[in-house]
């Protein structure tokens, strides 16, 4: 097993319904319905029909289906195009596919003792940057309507 693989020890399958909480010890995979709190030591993944309603509680989590409750998760969440979650985020790492749906609030990185202060410098020049891009994105998209409406 490399280093980065996550060892499945528990599978909740795809016809599977658990009512209450569920605890486990290392990582799990949810590819039926909880409806309840999930709390696991390591990782979590929803696969695609997996649903959980109720919280999530472990170090990373992984959802390819549907959430509707809060994720309280460490080190880092990570949603798929096939995700739907519903519900406030916690955790230090978040990946959202475009193709994903997540509607609630994300809380991120809250020990600021951790990290460095931004260098002001390097902000102003980050925001000359995307200014920068904007302006040329926008006369980029000026310049295509002109030329469609010459064609008209």
Partial sequence: MRKNETQITTIIGMNAECDGDFKAEGSIRI??????????T???IVGASGCINGDIN???VIIGGEVYGNLNVP???ELTSTARVIGDITTNGLVIDEQAIFQG?????QDTSKRPKPNRRAVKE?????????SDA???AESASAGESDQS
Avoid: H, P, R, Y
């Avoid at 590819?31 to 696991?40: A, F, K, L, P, R």
């Avoid at 609030?105 to 990185?109: E, I």
């Avoid at 980050?126 to 904007?134: C, G, H, L, P, R």
């Fill in 105 to 109: 609030s994300c809380n991120m990185n």
């Fill in 58 to 60: 472990s170090k990373k």
């Fill in 42 to 44: 390591d990782t979590v």
């Fill in 31 to 40: 590819d039926g319905t909880v409806n309840g709190g999930v709390t696991v």
């Fill in 138 to 140: 926008l006369k980029d």
């Fill in 75 to 77: 080190e880092k969440v």
């Fill in 126 to 134: 980050m925001q000359k940057e995307a200014k920068s891009a904007i």
